[in-house]
Each structure stands twice: as C-alpha cells, then as structure tokens.
C-alpha cells in the first residue's frame, strides 16, 4: 500500500516537472489559444516570426491577456512550426 502511495506521488511529481520545463511554444500555444478558437482557425496561416507576433497582437486586441514572455515564446514556435512556405 505505501508502495502504492508513493508511486502515485512519483507519478504526479514527475508530470508536473515535465509540464514545467515546457512551458516554451506549443505547450503555451494550445493552452492559450483554445480558450476562445480552435486550432483550424490558424491551421492555414503561414508568416516569419514578425508575421505570428502580428497575429499574437491582434488576438491581444481581441481580449487574450498574455504576457510578453509568452507571446515572444509563442511566436518563435510559430515561426519556426509554420513558416512561409
Ligand atoms: C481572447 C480570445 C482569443 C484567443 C485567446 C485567441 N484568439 Fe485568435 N481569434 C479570436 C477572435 C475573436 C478571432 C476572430 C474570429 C472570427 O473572425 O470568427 C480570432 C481569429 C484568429 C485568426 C484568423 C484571423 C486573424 O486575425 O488572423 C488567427 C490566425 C488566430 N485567431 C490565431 C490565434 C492564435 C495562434 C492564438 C493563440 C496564440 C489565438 N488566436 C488565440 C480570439 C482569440
């Protein structure tokens, strides 16, 4: 039983460390993103870095409350996952 207990708090230990160390680009991505859309609102957009910041902004505009940190994040992995073509 104890075993049992302490393997459970491994689990959770563990997961929330992994959880932590990605807090970079498509973890923050679908977690902010799919508070208001989902993703086949973007899935077609394409653009460099300065490109995805536009979009970032503009759903800033649009009621999204994100820190610079995060946008800048996300828009390196935008940019990089989805460049122009
Ligand atoms: C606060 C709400 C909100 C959040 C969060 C949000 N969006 Fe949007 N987004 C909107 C609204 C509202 C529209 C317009 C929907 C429509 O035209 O029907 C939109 C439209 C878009 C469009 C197409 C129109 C345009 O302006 O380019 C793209 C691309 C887009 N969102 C990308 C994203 C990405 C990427 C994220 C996550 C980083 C995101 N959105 C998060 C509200 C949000």
Request: net charge positive.
């Amino acid at each position: 039983m104890i075993r049992a207990v302490a393997f459970i708090c491994f689990l959770v230990l563990f997961s929330a460390s992994v959880s932590a160390q990605q807090l970079q680009g498509k973890d923050v991505l679908t977690r902010k993103c799919f508070q208001c859309h989902q993703a086949s609102m973007w899935a077609s957009v394409r653009g460099d870095r300065q490109a995805w910041l536009g979009v970032l902004y503009r759903m800033v505009g649009r009621g999204a409350f994100w820190t610079e940190e995060e946008i800048n994040a996300m828009a390196t992995f935008l940019a990089e996952t989805r460049p122009v073509k």
